[in-house]
């Protein structure tokens, strides 16, 4: 059964014994109904020393990630490195043993998304499409001009070069300025909030194009978020909006560290956040800590298997893991950690001294079990969108034009050619509305929305077929 089971309220004190029953039903309702022996699924050989070499593995490239943003950050002497090191085996949890991503075809249609909420750990993203391998691949499909001749999104050169000007990796992840990053972050609550529209995007995709036996559309959308994503009200709003909706192919992992820039969470930020999201109608898990890549593992696998709400990970982590002086302060939020205090943290995790040490093992590593999964995905999808070209050639070409960025030919057929001369005029409304509903026609793929406001602004979209988006 899944480990990480919901335990309880906000980490920081006991929540009242209404919200803790209300905790252990739900917690009770999202284990997985059978148990899932990550020995078989991940580790490749049913021996003890095979099974303690292949976690070596993966703890070689999660120190990787971490020592990778310390030295980023200290050579910049700016940024974060607190958050990629507690963070490090969240994402490779979901890099290397979930996500349905293939680092040659970044921009593959039925990707899952990833999105660091969190923005201002940039460095945590930027290690992740290092090793991966993540090719310079943009929008178009294809190579983005200027960077590595290589063809890597992110070479070690990059990193190193980590918040300089036209460096790939600036301080926070910029769409379209580095191959891989699925949008820009950095003021928070926008990561999370846009992951839900996200999320809303494929619940249309496919139900406008898939159908029997062609599952065009099926992928999934991760973000992963700080205190200071939770704080902010679009994130609520936002959240309200997945749960009603029921998307169950969103999950946020919550980076549940207790520590902001200035101090202590609990100084601002005291509320029982765990019962807000059930009270949401989400599925709320836990996983008390976030250096446990099988738990983790678990409870991602639980989301996916969720198929009536969104889910929400709460996962216990501490800031800059492993450094001597620095774990679990403030000050490794947004400094440097400074010279002696990174010499310390790697011996602890027993890394060489050297500085963007990058081992071929590691690159290796995550780069293999992505490609042993998200490309096999991707090639088995590619094959399936030929022989839906055969079957459904109008959507197939609806989409053929979606990928290229382009309209019909014929987008403006039902457009007002002219508003005749009025003395009176027509109310700007009116006319938006007509121009909306014209366009619309033209462009199937043309959606909107209004704060309750539709019927008075006059958006909604009322021409044969146009339909509604709901739960």
Same mark, same amino acid.
């Given at each position: 059964?899944?480990?990480?089971?919901?335990?309880?309220?906000?980490?920081?004190? +006991?929540?009242?014994?209404?919200?803790?029953?209300?905790?252990?039903?739900?917690?009770?309702?999202?284990?997985?109904?059978?148990?899932?022996?990550?020995?078989?699924?991940?580790?490749?050989?049913?021996? @003890?020393?095979?099974?303690?070499?292949?976690?070596?593995?993966?703890? =070689?490239?999660?120190?990787?990630?971490?020592?990778?943003?310390?030295?980023?950050?200290?050579?910049?002497?700016?940024?974060?490195?607190?958050?990629?090191?507690?963070?490090? +085996?969240?994402?490779?949890?979901?890099?290397?043993?979930?996500?349905?991503?293939?680092?040659?075809? *970044?921009?593959?249609?039925?990707?899952?998304?990833?999105?660091?909420?969190?923005?201002?750990?940039?460095?945590?993203?930027?290690?992740?499409?290092? #090793?991966?391998?993540?090719?310079?691949?943009? *929008?178009?499909?294809?190579?983005?001009?200027?960077?590595?001749?290589?063809? %890597?999104?992110?070479?070690?050169?990059?990193?190193?070069?980590?918040?300089?000007?036209?460096?790939?990796?600036?301080?926070?992840?910029?769409?379209?300025?580095?191959?891989?990053? !699925?949008?820009?972050?950095? +003021?928070?609550?926008?990561?999370?909030?846009?992951?839900?529209?996200?999320?809303?995007?494929?619940?249309?995709?496919?139900?406008?194009?898939?159908? /029997?036996?062609?599952?065009?559309?099926?992928?999934?959308?991760?973000?992963?978020?700080?205190?200071?994503?939770?704080?902010?009200?679009?994130?609520?709003?936002?959240?309200?909006?997945?749960?009603?909706?029921?998307?169950?192919?969103?999950?946020? #992992?919550?980076?549940?560290?207790?520590?902001?820039? !200035?101090?202590?969470?609990?100084?601002?930020?005291?509320?029982?956040?765990?019962?807000?999201?059930?009270?949401?109608?989400?599925?709320?898990?836990?996983?008390?800590?976030?250096?446990?890549?099988?738990?983790?593992?678990?409870?991602?696998?639980?989301? @996916?298997?969720? @198929?009536?709400?969104?889910?929400?990970?709460?996962?216990?982590?501490?800031?800059?893991?492993?450094? *001597?002086?620095?774990? %679990?302060?403030?000050?490794?939020?947004?400094?440097?950690?400074?010279?002696? =205090?990174?010499?310390?943290?790697?011996?602890?995790?027993?890394?060489?001294?050297?500085?963007?040490?990058?081992? %071929?093992?590691?690159?290796?590593?995550?780069?293999?079990?992505?490609?042993?999964?998200?490309?096999?995905?991707? @090639?088995?999808?590619?094959?399936?969108?030929?022989?839906?070209?055969?079957?459904? /050639?109008? !959507?197939? !070409?609806?989409?053929?034009?979606?990928?290229?960025?382009?309209? +019909?030919?014929?987008?403006?057929?039902? #457009?007002?050619?002219?508003?005749?001369?009025?003395?009176?005029?027509?109310?700007?409304?009116?006319?938006?509305?007509?121009?909306?509903?014209?366009?619309?026609?033209?462009?199937?793929?043309?959606?909107?929305?209004?704060?309750?406001?539709?019927?008075?602004?006059?958006?909604?979209?009322?021409?044969?077929?146009?339909?509604?988006?709901?739960?």
């Amino acid at each position: 059964q899944a480990q990480s089971v919901f335990r309880g309220a906000f980490r920081g004190g +006991p929540a009242p014994a209404h919200s803790r029953r209300r905790a252990r039903v739900a917690a009770a309702m999202t284990i997985a109904k059978q148990s899932v022996n990550l020995d078989v699924l991940f580790h490749s050989k049913d021996t @003890k020393h095979d099974r303690r070499a292949e976690k070596d593995a993966d703890q =070689e490239v999660v120190t990787c990630i971490r020592c990778l943003a310390m030295d980023a950050v200290q050579k910049a002497n700016s940024g974060h490195p607190g958050t990629p090191m507690a963070l490090a +085996p969240v994402a490779y949890a979901l890099w290397a043993r979930i996500l349905k991503y293939d680092p040659d075809a *970044p921009t593959w249609l039925n990707r899952d998304r990833f999105v660091l909420s969190a923005g201002h750990a940039s460095m945590l993203l930027y290690a992740l499409l290092h #090793l991966a391998g993540v090719r310079d691949i943009g *929008p178009d499909g294809k190579p983005l001009a200027g960077h590595d001749p290589a063809g %890597d999104a992110v070479p070690l050169d990059a990193i190193k070069n980590f918040r300089q000007l036209h460096s790939s990796c600036p301080g926070h992840p910029e769409y379209r300025c580095t191959a891989g990053v !699925e949008m820009t972050t950095g +003021p928070l609550g926008q990561g999370v909030a846009s992951s839900v529209g996200m999320a809303m995007g494929q619940k249309w995709l496919a139900a406008k194009f898939n159908r /029997p036996n062609f599952e065009v559309f099926d992928y999934d959308v991760f973000a992963l978020c700080g205190d200071g994503d939770m704080q902010e009200g679009i994130s609520s709003e936002a959240a309200s909006l997945a749960g009603h909706l029921k998307l169950d192919n969103l999950c946020w #992992l919550w980076d549940n560290n207790q520590i902001s820039i !200035e101090g202590n969470t609990a100084w601002a930020f005291s509320e029982d956040l765990a019962t807000r999201f059930i009270a949401y109608g989400w599925n709320v898990l836990r996983v008390g800590d976030a250096n446990d890549i099988d738990s983790l593992t678990r409870s991602i696998m639980t989301a @996916k298997r969720e @198929k009536q709400r969104p889910t929400l990970i709460i996962v216990d982590s501490h800031i800059a893991w492993g450094a *001597p002086t620095k774990q %679990d302060h403030f000050h490794a939020h947004g400094n440097p950690l400074g010279h002696d =205090e990174i010499a310390g943290t790697k011996e602890i995790y027993g890394w060489p001294s050297g500085t963007f040490l990058a081992p %071929d093992s590691c690159r290796q590593r995550l780069r293999s079990q992505m490609m042993a999964r998200g490309g096999v995905q991707r @090639k088995d999808w590619e094959a399936m969108f030929s022989r839906y070209k055969v079957a459904h /050639p109008t !959507e197939w !070409e609806m989409l053929d034009c979606m990928m290229r960025d382009e309209v +019909p030919d014929d987008w403006d057929k039902a #457009l007002p050619k002219e508003f005749p001369p009025d003395l009176k005029g027509m109310a700007t409304r009116n006319s938006s509305s007509l121009v909306l509903n014209s366009l619309g026609e033209g462009l199937p793929w043309l959606i909107g929305g209004s704060a309750d406001l539709g019927t008075s602004c006059l958006t909604l979209l009322s021409f044969e077929g146009a339909g509604d988006y709901m739960a």
